[in-house]
């Protein structure tokens, strides 16, 4: 059974930094696509970013370019998502998700995943 695990969510400070982690267990494929999504109270879900392991392609949306780094660690079955400069209208939960069969690009469409951990609560206080 393949299970994705979210954590590194916190309480910080307008300006400052977090990392998140997505951890999968059950994967057995060597290539994955893992997506970042977050959803604040009251919006809808919003693709944040995502990577491919084919072609090492990553997206961001517009939002959080030159702020947020997404990274894998592949010893780990892990993927990271680097958030800098974090701003209050960065406050949501995240989540990560993954598609049952990897494509060499990734999208932040959210119904293309299969796959997905429970969230993990970002603040961002001004």
């Known amino acids: 059974e393949v299970q994705l695990q979210a954590s590194g969510g916190g309480l910080v400070q307008s300006g400052g930094s977090l990392r998140l982690s997505c951890a999968r267990s059950g994967w057995i494929l060597d290539d994955y696509v893992i997506g970042w999504f977050r959803q604040a109270p009251g919006k809808e879900r919003e693709g944040v970013s995502c990577?491919?392991?084919?072609?090492?392609?990553?997206y961001y949306v517009d939002s959080v370019k030159g702020r947020f780094t997404i990274s894998s660690d592949n010893a780990k079955n892990t993927v990271y998502l680097q958030m800098n400069n974090l701003k209050p209208e960065d406050t949501a939960v995240y989540y990560c998700a993954a598609e049952k069969i990897p494509d060499s690009d990734c999208s932040p469409i959210g119904v293309l995943y299969d796959y997905w951990g429970r969230g993990t609560l970002v603040t961002v206080s001004s």
């Open positions: 990577i491919s392991s084919k072609d090492s392609t990553t």
